[in-house]
């Protein structure tokens, strides 16, 4: 049994800064890559931000420059500091992460349960 734990999520006025977290638990034998990514009502999940275990990053281009993922491996734990928050980043946010479980070979992906984050005045 794995879970993806997502906080940080609230409102906050434009050009505002919000930092997420996402806590993996359960029978984790190994994680590779975790990622956030965000829906908006109307709209299809998008990918906003992923690390490999080793530290490799990848953005959106709409976030290059205002947000930085990054992750605490010892704590099964990735982050998203994102800053100069705008309008256009409302959305339901949510963590993925690739991870192999105790007695199995496979990576699978899980993703967390979801953090709204919105961005008004």
């Known amino acids: 049994q794995v879970q993806l734990v997502e906080s940080g999520g609230g409102l906050v006025q434009p050009g505002g800064s919000l930092r997420l977290s996402c806590a993996a638990s359960?029978?984790?034998?190994?994680?590779?890559?975790m990622g956030w990514y965000r829906q908006a009502p109307g709209k299809q999940r998008e990918l906003v931000a992923d690390?490999?275990?080793?530290?490799?990053?990848n953005y959106a281009e709409s976030v290059k420059g205002r947000f930085t993922i990054s992750r605490d491996n010892a704590k099964n734990t990735v982050y998203l500091q994102m800053n100069s928050l705008k309008a256009e980043d409302t959305a339901v946010y949510y963590c993925?992460?690739?991870?192999?479980?105790?007695?199995?070979?496979?990576?699978?992906?899980?993703w967390g349960q979801g953090t709204q984050v919105t961005v008004s005045s």
């Open positions: 359960g029978s984790i034998l190994s994680i590779g890559t």
């Open positions: 690390i490999t275990s080793g530290g490799s990053t």
């Open positions: 993925k992460a690739r991870l192999v479980v105790f007695g199995s070979m496979w990576y699978n992906d899980y």
